[in-house]
């Protein structure tokens, strides 16, 4: 996945003539003339001058699932510099760097002046995703936090609606109305939305009606997060009014 991005700081040209610049303000033109390009990118001559490298360099995607979960600190390691200063000019020698004597070993990773470098290539891209009602949220490191951006993903009711093409429309408005619900209340919030994955459990499954769809959602799936949601109330008789509440609104 980072093939081309080795060989082309492997060329010192390529080095010399980029120095401190980030792939996506090294434009084709910049780098057309050096020698030996053409083996990296062989169309290089039919792509307009304007084009940067970010723009040629086929990107790659590692998608870290409830990236929260871990001590994140001890999961990343020197990765945390290499994840800030990407590439040649980010380069580091690892605790095992020592390991490689030589540029034939098997765990030779960039090889250069008789030492064996690690660096993340710009076209790398690290995608986390998390829940934010979590506690374990609390504890991603500062250090981390500023070496991504973030994005809220809010439930998206068109998934809904695209995908149940029965119901869909019914299904959705069930659920805008119960998170609605939900945002207003004051013990709850934002954070404490369903998402729309949840409506896909009844995908490729036959009902009688809508209701009967409604009922099967909240019975598998809503009420039981519900009461674990409500549960910090310390009062279940509140928590039941509540439950019956957010029934309602939910279209039941």
Known sequence: MGEIEFK???NKAFREITQDKNFEDITVSDIKNIDNIKDIFLNIDNYNDSLTLQDIIEPAFFIIDEINRADLSRVFGELMYALEYRGYNGKIKTQYSYLVEKEEDSGVYFWEDGENYFFIPHNIYIIGTMNTIDRSVDSFDFALRRRFSWEEIEPNYEVIEYELKEYG???A?????LNEAIREHE?????YQIGHAYA????????????EAKE??????IKPLMQEYLRGLGD???SDE????FSNKFGL
């Open 8 to 10: 082309l700081w492997k």
């Open 200 to 211: 896909l459990n009844i995908k490729n499954k036959e009902f009688e009606n809508e209701k």
């Open 173 to 177: 408005k069930s659920f805008k109305d």
């Open 169 to 171: 429309d019914e299904i």
């Open 236 to 238: 279940s008789r509140k």
């Open 242 to 245: 509540l439950l019956s509440s």
């Open 187 to 191: 013990f709850l919030g934002n954070d």
């Open 216 to 221: 099967f959602l909240w019975g598998e799936f």
